[in-house]
């Protein structure tokens, strides 16, 4: 199992279906009221089950980018930076 190095780290559950079905699942992350402007910097590996592997990021409900798998099994981090201004945020994957 391969992980990044950081501050935090956050593992999806095992969402793999033997009917292939989509499943979901969603983390959210909030900032203090007295978090200074700056960037999130977060480092994904999005994919390991094509064509299910679809991660999506919103800041304060408002869609940010979307990371997908490119090949099966895929096992390279991407990284996402994130401008945030100032004060308390909401941060859903």
Do not use: W
Request: proline share 5%; hydrophobic share 35%.
């Amino acid at each position: 199992e391969r992980v990044q190095s950081g501050k935090f780290s956050i593992r999806s559950p095992d969402l793999e279906s033997e009917e292939l079905t989509p499943r979901d699942s969603n983390v959210t992350f909030t900032t203090r009221d007295d978090f200074p402007a700056g960037t999130l910097v977060l480092n994904i590996l999005a994919g390991t089950r094509m064509p299910f592997d679809d991660l999506q990021y919103f800041v304060d409900g408002v869609y940010r980018g979307r990371l997908q798998a490119e090949n099966e099994g895929e096992t390279d981090f991407k990284r996402v930076i994130i401008g945030m201004a100032p004060g308390r945020h909401e941060i859903e994957f």
